[in-house]
């Protein structure tokens, strides 16, 4: 079983960065493909970001690529998510996701966090 614990969420002018980190436990974290979404107001919760277990192979959806990184630090159990250049359409609250395949379907999510609030202001 895995639970993980999203962090880094906040208020932040377009523009700018904000890197947010999901803290994982159980020792089954590192075989985990790990991946973020975001939900925003009133719309579906949109996948961003997919890396495999080891964290050699990364994944983006086309509405962040170039802006976004994920990363993962196996030894700390953790997955982070850079983000640059943040746009008020970046508003929204954002979700780590763990799943036994790469998933980029929230369907096929078998974890969620609980989710980090992210403002954008313009």
């Known amino acids: 079983q895995v639970q993980l614990v999203e962090s880094g969420g906040g208020l932040v002018q377009a523009g700018g960065s904000l890197r947010l980190s999901c803290a994982a436990s159980?020792?089954?974290?590192?075989?985990?493909?790990m991946g973020w979404f975001r939900q925003a107001p009133g719309k579906e919760r949109e996948f961003l970001a997919a890396i495999n277990w080891s964290g050699g192979s990364t994944y983006y959806a086309d509405s962040v690529k170039g802006r976004f990184t994920i990363s993962r630090d196996n030894a700390k159990n953790t997955v982070y998510l850079q983000m640059n250049s943040l746009q008020p359409e970046d508003t929204a609250v954002y979700y780590c996701?763990?799943?036994?395949?790469?998933?980029?379907?929230?369907?096929?999510?078998?974890?969620w966090g609980k989710g980090t609030l992210v403002t954008v202001s313009s």
């Open positions: 159980g020792r089954t974290f590192s075989s985990y493909p």
């Open positions: 996701a763990a799943a036994p395949r790469i998933a980029t379907m929230a369907a096929d999510i078998s974890h």
